[in-house]
């Protein structure tokens, strides 16, 4: 889908609305240059914008592909392609959304591919278009538009990350178990959202080098040094997810010999009372066979104190000795 297209000279928009590809291809030849952009275009329509500026299959080819690293890759003598990666913090759901856009640069047009919803161009658009001094140095102008836009997104997705981490931490660090697949999921992110970072500092240092614009240099520059911190950051709350998934899984750790204490406690227990009932058992069968020597000789209440309760005092006391016995000798 055709987002907008419009033709440029010396920094200022001309006309306006929006306007036909092959009336956008026609005014490149006249000067200025043309900048088409798209989100998510059928096969259909790239092989359309493919047809009427020239670009190379491979790189169509590459704009329909999502990538997991961000590139720059050099097509014909005059077309780059930039491919870059978005990232959008989602609060509701504690994520992070990934988007992609690749940027066909030529002297003569600047042609932007979004991929997923976290790769908004239009405030880039607007913000330029409000800085003609800037535009006016042709299409590197818009490479850096978007470029700054870019890493200035990441901002918020390392707070978001940061606040998620600081979260795990104290509950782990403060003696209680915390989810263990959370922890995966923000270590994944995190992870993601590193290998999104981190080639895209080749990205702009090349971009710096090959700029053709001096006065974009210290813009470059700028962009250049956040992205550095960013990578930083992102890189150090990757390293911290590892020690505190170790944290955490040492935390359940102890909590699982706590519990395996608690259970053994609870099986002497019931050991010793089985113990203490087992002769107890024994002697109550015994006696209650009704045997005819038992039956004739249990005539009082002397024999029943005899042969009945001393039956099951004696077992007892003799239990009772061997368990001091034991325990001494442990």
């Known amino acids: 889908m055709i987002v907008d297209c419009a033709h440029y000279v010396d920094g200022r928009r001309q006309g306006e609305g929006q306007l036909l590809l092959d009336e956008a291809a026609a005014l490149c030849e006249t000067g200025g240059f043309a900048w088409l952009g798209l989100f998510e275009p059928g096969p259909d329509e790239l092989r359309q914008v493919r047809d009427v500026f020239g670009l190379h299959e491979l790189a169509v080819e590459d704009a329909q592909t999502f990538h997991m690293r961000p590139k720059f890759e050099t097509y014909n003598e005059d077309v780059r392609l930039v491919i870059l990666r978005t990232a959008r913090y989602d609060d509701a759901a504690e994520e992070v959304d990934f988007g992609e856009i690749s940027v066909f640069l030529a002297p003569t047009f600047v042609i932007t591919v979004r991929q997923g919803v976290a790769s908004e161009l239009h405030d880039a658009r607007l913000r330029l278009e409000q800085r003609p001094e800037l535009l006016a140095a042709g299409t590197s102008a818009v490479l850096w538009a978007i470029l700054d836009q870019v890493v200035d997104g990441y901002a918020p997705v390392v707070a978001g990350l940061e606040h998620d981490i600081d979260e795990i931490e104290a509950t782990v660090f403060s003696g209680s178990a915390a989810p263990t697949e959370r922890i995966y999921s923000l270590r994944r992110e995190a ?51 590892g020690t505190v998934l170790e944290a955490n899984l040492s935390v359940l750790s102890v909590e699982q010999t706590r519990v395996g204490v608690r259970q053994n406690a609870t099986m002497e227990r019931l050991t010793v009372l089985a113990t ?43 239990l009772m000795w061997w368990l001091r016995r034991e325990g001494r000798g442990s």
């Open 276 to 318: 203490v009932f087992l002769p107890l058992t024994f002697i109550t069968g015994f006696f209650g066979q009704n045997f005819s020597w038992l039956v004739e000789h249990m005539t009082g209440v002397v024999p029943f104190i005899v042969y009945g309760i001393g039956g099951l005092v004696i077992p007892l006391v003799l």
């Open 191 to 241: 992870t993601d959202f590193y290998r999104a970072v981190h080639p895209l500092l080749n990205v702009v240092s090349t971009v710096e080098r090959g700029s053709l614009a001096p006065a974009l240099q210290p813009y470059l520059r700028d962009v250049q040094d956040h992205l550095t911190l960013i990578n930083e950051e992102v890189a150090a709350q990757r390293d911290l997810l």
